[in-house]
């Protein structure tokens, strides 16, 4: 595979070692010589171009158009973007990837049609705040733009539904328990099943069905 | 009309003037020092931030502006605010400076209009020496072929 990346920061840099450690074609993308020069000394000449990603001329000398993969990631949302619309408005790249930084700018990049995107801030922000917010449901992902929520809840002594077999609970309407994780184990959910202390319970939940979930999952909270 | 102006540079502050005698007028810029260049006597309203967030942009009123102007020294902030203002909330009319023409006319093929100002100075210098009247702007956007990419 041949990817493109745009953006030499740290995590170009990383991706683009790992990329090249699994036997891609790569081509790191940074516009300030310096770091060009930093990148080349650790990866390799071949692998590094100086350049600015959203230049057409650079697209065509470092072969936007016969590239399986552009994905960029620099710290600026209106570079990635533009970089991402450009392989695909300009090239025909197949598949693009953009890193957005600020999580409120994930909805203009789906708008324009860029549908794959990794947010750092917002995955982090919710590793963090699964960790300091106990007895909480955390959603962990959308489907059906938005309209379904896949969340997750660890279960504490203090979640009401301890010791109840699925079956005896009243879920929202189109609420679905899809797995639960105990001891580390993945398990399928059935009505058989009884909740513990400690589990971790993934569910399908449509979103305005959320909060009656967590109503039901969760102890009550002042 | 409700207009909105990302950016208060020389251009964005001269077109927030030509406009705010008979027209409401809202400008967005980062930067304190650049509101200078509005002098102290202009009614547009004034909101500090970036414009290619969403929450500044509704403070800007973006919700009902007739016209949103991206002209910051970005090409890509102006072309990612203008996509908000447009997708997102509906402007009917955007303008975006973008100063790399090749990238310009990528966004032109999107249905944008984009001003690149080196293409349309060359052109008008180029017709003022030549003694030309002046053309509409689509004529100022050829590029000479030697500046062609594709």
Redesign the interface.
Known sequence: MYLILIGGGNVGLQLAKRLLAAGNEVLLLEKDPRQAQRLASMLGEEVVYLGDGCEIAVQKSVGFGRADVVVAVTGEDEDNLVVCQMAKLVWNVKRVLARVNDPSHEQIFRQIGIDDTVSATGIIFSLIEQRITPDEMIPVGALAKGNIEVVEALLSHRSPVIDHHVRDLKLPTGTNFVWLLRDDQGLVVTGDTELHEGDTVVALVPRDQASALRTLLLPFKA | MNVVIFGCGRTGATLALHLAPNHSVTIIEQNPEALRRLGYKHNCRVVLGSG????ILERAGIEKADVFFAVTR????N???A??AH??YKVAKVCIRVA?P??AE?YR??GYFCITPSSLMAGMMRDWVLEEPFAPIDVYNILPKELE??
Request: hydrophobic residues 35%.
């Open positions: 290619i967030d969403e929450d970005g090409d890509n902030t072309l990612m605010s996509q908000v997708l997102k790399d090749n990238r990528a093929g999107l990419v594709q």
